[in-house]
């Protein structure tokens, strides 16, 4: 079951530069979707969402971008610093309703480098 | 900042024993769910819980599984017979009502030997 897919496994960027996050989707019917961060021996921290009648959401350093045609959405960070580093994970509703699963993709592993 | 918690942080068993993992989830939340994480892989939805009753659950959530809500701040997994395969982070959530994102707490590390 890959309905929610990170093709890329890990990034490098340098500190103050742009990081920039993918994700794919399978399921049409995906109504919201969320971007968490997690440490080692942590749970997953919740960073930002979007409803998927938007195409933009932005707050702070994060922005994330919606692309329904192309079934994509991305994270920006700007800029990148070194406490940015951890594992990023895309996840998706498929309900309207707030009563539902998520569902998660594989996970980015985010370094910055100072 | 109201957080989700789970205990304990490490539960090491042996195959075929009962486990109970337990949550507080954050108090004016009123949707509960399980996931976990296997190592080395994605993170999964096992069973969401509202209103005192399972509201939708994945295939891995069979009959050895089982979650409750025995008073007004706890809710707990278990997993009746445990098998290796069930070695993995386990973590609960939590949202409020009319609100998307969950809230996950530390997690909990089953370790079945």
């Known amino acids: 079951d890959q309905q929610v897919k990170q093709n890329s496994p890990s990034l490098s960027v340098q500190e103050g530069r742009i990081s920039i996050l993918n994700c794919d989707y399978t399921n049409s019917m995906f109504d919201y979707f969320l971007w968490y961060k997690k440490y080692p021996a942590e749970g997953p921290t919740f960073l930002i969402s979007i409803s998927s009648i938007k195409d933009k959401n932005e707050d702070g350093r994060f922005t994330v971008f919606l692309n329904k045609s192309a079934k994509h959405l991305s994270l920006h960070i700007v800029p990148s610093q070194p406490g940015d580093s951890a594992v990023y994970f895309c996840?998706?509703?498929?309900?309207?309703?707030?009563?539902?699963?998520?569902?998660f993709g594989q996970g980015t592993t985010l370094q910055v480098k100072p | 900042e109201p957080e989700v918690t789970q205990t304990p942080s490490h539960q090491v068993t042996q195959m075929g024993q009962e486990v109970i993992l337990r949550c507080v989830p954050i108090?004016?939340?009123?949707?509960f769910y399980w996931y976990r994480q296997i190592l080395g892989q994605k993170v999964e939805f096992l069973v969401s819980f509202y209103n005192n009753e399972i509201s939708e659950k994945s295939e891995i959530f069979d009959d050895q599984f089982s979650v409750e809500r025995p008073d007004g701040s706890n809710f707990t997994l278990k997993i009746r017979s445990t098998k290796l395969e069930d070695s993995a982070m386990y973590f609960c959530a939590s949202n409020a009502q009319g609100r998307h994102e969950q809230y996950f707490g530390p997690g909990t590390r089953l370790t079945v030997t």
């Open positions: 108090s004016n939340h009123l949707y």
């Open positions: 996840a998706a509703s498929p309900y309207s309703s707030n009563t539902g699963k998520l569902i």
